[in-house]
């Protein structure tokens, strides 16, 4: 990520975006479009996602059109596809630390508006899904309900003029370069975690660029901070992985002297769109030896340049042997750090043995201890997740 400025300008009230922000929206319109495509004989790529994130749903419609050349107009191929979008709205997530964000600000005090290009009627039937949401929120403002969407700051304005403040006391966290530039435009701090991967570069204009709102730093604002890091760590919902362990890029053991337990980022697609890229630690179980102290990385691993996600497990203990083709289970319970590029490979290593001594002393609390025994590790893998 890009590296934050020290201390941003003080803020009173916090106006954060809908899609691709607090739900990970994208994840179920690649799933759509990937079906709605494969009916015309044509494969979605993704490679339009950089264009339709941030715009408006007749915008994105136009987009998709015109990159697939589709037989329809923007309105025909809207009207197609809007319905499948309704049927999926309570299908969608919420994406790592939106409800911990709400809950924070909400609990302290700190007036909240949500500014989505979406219709009114969408973002409120979205949100309806998810318990204590619509009532967090101060003001609600629809592309709908304003003369032009982002990136005019129409939306942004609108926003604090129906939370009777100022633009200029206001932080914006967005995920489009388009929100980001209408949050400028408004006269408003912005803060950008983009959706689309390796696109960081593009959001210079934001006040600060980070991985995921789990990496947020509200008292850079004059906000209140969290306060539910744990020895540098930060504890999650224990999510839950597992299948046989694959050769991976070849240089865990060659490059970094860290051998890594890889398992295949094909067989968890939807799962890695669920959680946020950056390194992570918990429990592993290994069929035929026993149950482990683990710390991960998930994502692109920037030193290298990925192409594609991938899923990194290292094993804080020395083996004496390769275990290619056995059954791992992972117990992910909690949150280390976003990942980074590094200026050296030796820079890089030191930083993932810190990331190891770092988990293996938080593993020690009991308050991640406790998942050691957890019957995700100790009884047979189920067949839905192997």
């Keep these: 990520m890009a590296a934050p400025k020290s201390v941003g300008k003080l803020v009173s009230h916090v106006i954060v975006d809908l899609d691709g922000t607090l739900l990970n929206t994208d994840s179920v319109a690649n799933q759509i479009l990937k079906s709605f495509l494969a009916k015309l004989g044509k494969k979605w790529d993704g490679k339009t996602a950089h264009r339709i994130v941030g715009r408006t749903p007749l915008e994105a419609a136009a987009a998709v059109v015109e990159d697939y050349q589709l037989p329809y107009s923007t309105e025909e191929f809207h009207s197609m596809i809007t319905?499948?979008?309704?049927?999926?709205?309570?299908?969608?997530?919420?994406?790592?630390?939106?409800?911990?964000?709400?809950?924070?600000?909400?609990?302290?005090?700190?007036?909240?508006?949500?500014?989505?290009?979406?219709?009114?009627?969408?973002?409120?039937?979205?949100?309806?899904?998810?318990?204590?949401?619509?009532?967090?929120?101060?003001?609600?403002?629809?592309?709908?309900?304003?003369?032009?969407?982002?990136?005019?700051p129409d939306i942004f304005l609108e926003a604090a003029r129906r939370m009777n403040t100022e633009p200029s006391s206001c932080l914006v966290i967005e995920d489009s370069i388009a929100g980001v530039t209408a949050g400028k435009a408004a006269g408003m701090e912005v803060i950008a975690v983009p959706s689309i991967p390796k696109q960081v570069d593009k959001f210079s204009s934001a006040f600060e660029v980070v991985n995921s709102l789990l990496d947020l730093q509200p008292e850079k604002w004059g906000l209140p901070p969290f306060e539910d890091w744990i020895e540098g760590t930060l504890p999650i919902d224990p999510w839950y992985i597992g299948g046989p362990v694959i050769k991976g890029f070849g240089r865990g053991s060659k490059v970094l002297g860290i051998p890594t337990a890889n398992l295949s980022a094909e067989s968890f697609s939807d799962i890695l769109s669920d959680h946020t890229s950056g390194v992570y630690f918990g429990w592993a179980a290994l069929s035929t030896r026993g149950i482990y102290k683990m710390v991960m990385s998930i994502g692109w691993n920037p030193y290298f340049d990925n192409t594609e996600k991938t899923i990194e497990p290292w094993l804080l203990h020395k083996f004496d042997e390769d275990f290619y083709g056995e059954e791992l289970r992972l117990t992910i319970v909690g949150y280390i750090r976003p990942e980074a590029n590094f200026p050296s490979l030796e820079s890089l290593i030191a930083r993932i043995h810190e990331d190891g001594r770092i988990a293996e002393t938080a593993l020690d609390l009991p308050l991640y201890a406790a998942y050691r025994n957890s019957p995700y590790l100790t009884n047979p893998l189920p067949e839905s997740n192997s």
């Design 83 to 152: 319905p499948l979008f309704a049927d999926q709205w309570c299908n969608i997530r919420p994406l790592p630390g939106a409800n911990r964000l709400i809950k924070h600000l909400r609990r302290n005090g700190v007036p909240m508006a949500l500014a989505s290009n979406s219709p009114k009627s969408n973002i409120e039937a979205k949100i309806s899904c998810h318990n204590g949401w619509k009532e967090s929120f101060l003001a609600i403002v629809g592309g709908d309900e304003v003369e032009k969407g982002k990136p005019s």
